[in-house]
C-alpha cells in the first residue's frame, strides 16, 4: 500500500466496515435482529476507531494509528482484554435483541 494517508484512510474504513458486516451477518444467522439501521452500528464502531485515533497522541492522528484496530481488524486481544468479537458483539449486541 501507498504511503497516501487519504488513501490509507479509506482502506481502514472499509475493513471495519467489512468486519463490523460479517458480525451483524454471523449475529443475525444466530437470531439477532437489529433495532435500527445498519448504518447506526457502523457509526458506532467507527466512532471508536476515530476516538482510539484521538486517543493514540500521536501526530497525526490518522485512522491507522488507533489502538483499537488490531482488536477490531486481527481478533488480536486489545490492552484492556477485550477481543474484537466482543468489542463489536457488544456494539451490534447495543441495537439489537435476540428473536429466537
Known amino acids: 500500500m501507498s504511503d497516501d494517508p487519504d ?3 479509506r482502506q481502514v ?3 471495519v466496515l467489512d468486519t463490523v458486516d460479517a458480525r451483524l451477518r454471523e449475529l443475525e444467522r444466530r437470531g439477532w435482529q437489529l433495532t435500527v439501521p445498519r448504518s447506526h452500528v ?4 467507527l466512532h471508536m476507531v476515530i476516538v482510539s485515533a484521538r486517543a493514540s497522541h500521536r501526530v ?3 485512522l491507522d494509528r488507533a489502538d483499537i484496530l488490531d482488536a477490531i481488524l486481527d481478533g488480536i486481544e486489545s490492552a484492556d482484554g477485550s477481543a474484537a468479537d466482543r468489542l463489536v458483539d457488544h456494539t451490534i449486541k447495543r441495537y439489537a435483541v435476540h428473536v429466537n
Do not use: F, G, L, S
Not at 457502523?42 to 464502531?45: D, I, L, N, R, S
Open 60 to 62: 497525526p492522528a490518522t
Open 42 to 45: 457502523y457509526a458506532a464502531v
Open 13 to 15: 474504513i472499509r475493513d
Open 7 to 9: 488513501r490509507i484512510e
